[in-house]
């Protein structure tokens, strides 16, 4: 009997073992990629002197002349602003390629800027590498030029185009499938297999965007809202790009047997081109602030577009926005009033504190402080597992509610109204797993938030 109960408990054991151990987790590209939490995306072509946001493929080239070109100032602007990646769109939906590429004459070769000699994507590329901040590209797959768009022809011109951009340009962050493909346009079965295999083999530690992943999933919308739960986790089996849910990848699934976490793409105009009527239409960085706790503190990624305009530079209200959203950020999270928990504030994943659910754990102060932002991690290096929880505040007599939250992984940010006490006092309601958290902060929000 003895002996039958504890054999039971055993495979009991066994099983709360395999069920842990079985949990999707990130690879060594899609930790490095989330932990850079903003990336800046570029969208610039023919359409920024055509004033449209879809090219329809006949323009040309002749149309293409940003006479004041200038990358370094974008990227520095960028990089002053916070971003660790840039994002071009080396070629949009009407098939321009910014680069001159071997394998058409529908490119910056053919068109008046720089004598037909100059090259926007080593431009783009070689100030990354001067500034120090990592180096993606996005290749539409839709291409409303190329005569071969259609025929098995196109997916050899597409993967030839993939092999110039994974080889010529140096190390490679993030390379940006995009799914969208117009209602009427002509069929096409893209070889996804097969490009991705490509940039697995030429560039291993980039990760891969497309609304399915491998990688990194879209988010579902355009508008910079990550789910309030959002899994990294999902199921995408016999899904494919421009063919999924968008609510689901939006909130990501909790049984998920793949780690590809949600990025956010949202755009600092109303159009992702240049259009100058849009000139009055910058986010003002308050929103772009608002775009972060949406996004990063969804455990998502911000993937901010930063049109360059015709003149071939970042607008001047574009910059002045980035640089008040980075400095608005910098002063709320300077000082975490988190005191005595080392391993919950020294910025590493890798030391946590192991939680049970309904196991509340107190977060001291040292003092009494006046707050209203909490930042929470989970070391997603052992996947995610807290699915939600509450967090409650000491009056000096009580305990009282402040929030309750849905999931965290990466990172979860807290909004409230300020309040004044020396403890938080943390329970993870319902998770996946035995939860690891990572970090813990407790802020004042900068006045100009
Ligand atoms: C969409 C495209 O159709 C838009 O033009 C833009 O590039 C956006 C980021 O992705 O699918």
Known sequence: MIKQLLSGLFSINLLAVTLVT???????????WQQSETTAFLHFTVNTFTDKEWGDGTETPAQFNPTKLDAKQWIKSLKEAGFKTAIITAKHHDGFCLWPSAYTEHSVKSSPWRDGKGDVVREVADACREFGVKFGFYLSPW?????RYGTAEYNELYKNQLRELLT????????????????????MAYDFDGYWALVRELQPNAVMFSDVGPDVRWVGNEAGNAGETCWSTIN??????????PKYLNQGDKYGKHWIPAETDVSIRP???????????????????????????????LLLNVPPNRDGLLSEPDVASLREFRSILDETFKTNFVSGSPSLTDDQLKTYVTLSTNQP????????????????????????RIANGQIEYWTNESWQPLKTFTTVGYKRLLRFAPVKSRKIRLTVLDATGPVQLAEAGVYKASPRE
Do not use: C
């Open 236 to 245: 995408t089996d016999g899904m494919a790009p421009g063919k999924a849910d």
């Open 361 to 384: 754990v107190e977060i001291d102060l040292g003092r009494e402080q006046t707050f209203d932002r909490i930042a929470i991690q989970e070391n997603i290096l052992n996947g995610q």
């Open 22 to 32: 079985a949990q999707p987790t990130p690879t060594p590209r899609q930790i490095a």
């Open 143 to 147: 291409d409303r030029h190329d005569p």
């Open 168 to 187: 010529n340009y140096g190390e490679v962050a993030e390379v940006w499938f995009d799914g969208a493909k117009g209602e009427n346009a002509r069929d």
């Open 271 to 301: 159009g992702w081109f240049y259009h100058p009527a849009e000139d009055t239409k910058v986010r003002s960085a308050q929103d772009l602030v608002n775009l972060y706790y949406q996004s990063v503190g969804r455990n998502s990624l």
